[in-house]
Nanobody, 115 residues
Framework: QVQLVESGGGLVQPGGSLRLSCTASGLTFSRYFMRWYRQAPGKERELVAHISETDGRTTYADSVKGRFTISRDNAKNTVYLQMNSLKPEDTAVYFC????????WGQGTQVTVSS
């Protein structure tokens, strides 16, 4: 069956960095576009970053542009989210998402930005 497993979350001080990873199994990873979403307590899930399956084109939410970078390694079936200059408002559970017709979610990884 298909699995998306996120890792790399944790507690970090404001201004710090984290790199999230999401490794997929049970699907042909290179066919899927990949996204990172996040959900803070009491808020709706929001799209953070997208990377295409074809040319690696990326798009970002305005709130993370210039600070976050999404990338993928098709040989490792893995998508990454490099997060720099973290702010307290980046605190959320981060989910990866894969879609190619059908779609799949990971279980999420907690990111907490606090001093």
């Amino acid at each position: 069956q298909v699995q998306l497993v996120e890792s790399g979350g944790g507690l970090v001080q404001p201004g710090g960095s984290l790199r999230l990873s999401c490794t997929a199994s049970g699907l042909t990873f290179s066919r899927y576009f990949m996204r990172w979403y996040r959900q803070a307590p009491g808020k709706e899930r929001e799209l953070v970053a997208h990377i295409s399956e074809t040319d690696g084109r990326t798009t970002y939410a305005d709130s993370v542009k210039g600070r976050f970078t999404i990338s993928r390694d098709n040989a490792k079936n893995t998508v990454y989210l490099q997060m720099n200059s973290l702010k307290p408002e980046d605190t959320a559970v981060y989910f990866c998402y894969a879609r190619w017709g059908d779609y799949y979610w990971g279980q999420g990884t907690q990111v907490t930005v606090s001093s």
